[in-house]
């Protein structure tokens, strides 16, 4: 099972190493726990296509929601990343708004949501990859 989208997630996973260097801790902690989950959905990727793992629905129908809930995450993590530098600028400017700050803490919620999701999956999968 080749994800159809790799090319496309690879660059955001670029674009997400770029802006480590001045991130907050949950955002590095978000982009290793991203990194972390595509190592071990590739892998069981490559396991599933080679026959490692069994080949049934219920272990397809796994891998790709763990590909789908991990993009969601890492495109969540963009959101919040571009909200805050919205913030940023906006108050860089003088013209700060209240609903920036509201988007701020709404994207960074949804991205904490999606995080939340990937970790039980990537568990599965590991499970799965050692059997």
């Known amino acids: 099972m080749k994800h159809k989208n790799s090319f496309r997630f690879v660059a955001v996973l670029i674009m997400l190493a ?4 001045g ?3 949950f955002e590095r902690s978000a982009f290793k726990t991203i990194s972390a989950a595509k190592s ?3 892998t069981a990727s490559e396991d599933y296509n ?3 793992i069994e080949k049934s629905k219920a272990n397809f129908d796994l891998l790709t929601k763990a590909q789908h809930v991990k993009d969601t995450a890492a495109q969540a993590l963009l959101a ?3 909200a805050k530098v919205s913030a940023d600028a906006e108050l860089k400017a003088g013209v700060y708004a ?4 509201q988007k701020v803490s709404a994207t960074l919620a949804a991205a904490q949501a999606a995080l939340a999701d990937v970790s039980p999956l990537v568990a599965q999968l590991r499970k799965l990859s050692k059997k």
Request: hydrophobic share 35%; net charge negative; with cysteine.
């Open 50 to 52: 080679a026959g490692r």
């Open 23 to 25: 991130c907050s801790d």
């Open 40 to 42: 071990v959905i590739d």
């Open 80 to 82: 919040y990343h571009d």
């Open 18 to 21: 770029a802006l480590v260097a």
């Open 98 to 101: 209240p609903t920036t700050q």
